[in-house]
């Protein structure tokens, strides 16, 4: 029962339209109603630029982060591994839920990328970095965040099963249903990549007029 009532917590946490309370409070716009229509960092990141996109990744990732650590409240899962590690996957997958169906926002939310980072860092911080390593390389070289999220997240399986080679079933299977949900998740924007119509985001905008003036 406990365990339920934390994961209904959980759900709520991730519920919070972060981009949606920003967009409406300095701009006086329903972030949805412009971009892709996703409440969440990357369409954040295209619609209101790179300063306002970050601060929606930061609060979306912490959203990961503080659904995770809900286990804290239950003594028990402080001392078993197993459980405690089966039980941070459950919340997480919570608020990634409460991200992409919020129930604060109608249920039309984001698509969950920067939520699943922060469940990520806090139940294994090593695998997370090599996720983001991943993610920044490819958003520095292509400045698009959907090419660099799926990527990244493709990263979590590699990392789990080939590098790390982690014996936990359920860990294994998490990490693939995670690769899974976010390629489901921008099927729209790989049909974009595919026909080359995806918007790059406005970071590193010098750093290209650089190159496009070199001889």
Not at 80 to 89: G, H, K
Not at 168 to 194: D, P, S, W
Request: one cysteine or more; glycine letters at 8%; aromatic letters at 10%.
């Amino acid at each position: 029962m406990k365990e339920l009532l934390l994961i209904i917590i959980a759900y709520l946490i991730g519920s919070i339209p972060t981009a949606l309370l920003i967009s409406k409070k300095y701009f006086g716009i329903d972030i949805r109603d412009y971009g892709s229509g996703n409440m969440g960092a990357t369409n954040t990141f295209r619609v209101l630029g790179s300063k306002y996109g970050t601060v929606v990744m930061v609060f979306d990732i912490l959203k990961g982060m503080a659904a995770v650590s809900l286990y804290t409240f239950l003594p028990h899962y402080l001392s078993n591994e197993l459980d405690r590690t089966n039980f941070m996957i459950g919340l997480g997958l919570a608020a990634v839920i409460g991200h992409i169906f919020p129930v604060f926002a109608n249920f039309k939310g984001g698509k969950g990328v920067a939520t699943l980072f922060g469940m990520i860092l806090t139940v294994q911080p090593v695998v997370a970095i090599s996720c983001v390593g991943v993610f920044l390389l490819v958003l520095y070289l292509t400045r698009y965040v959907s090419l660099s999220s799926i990527l990244g997240a493709l990263m979590l399986p590699v990392s789990v099963l080939w590098i790390w080679n982690e014996h936990e079933i359920m860990y294994r299977i998490f990490a693939l249903l995670v690769a899974c949900l976010v390629i489901i998740t921008h099927q729209k924007n790989i049909g974009k990549l595919l026909r080359g119509v995806e918007s790059r985001i406005p970071i590193f905008k010098n750093r290209d007029k650089k190159k496009a003036k070199r001889p």
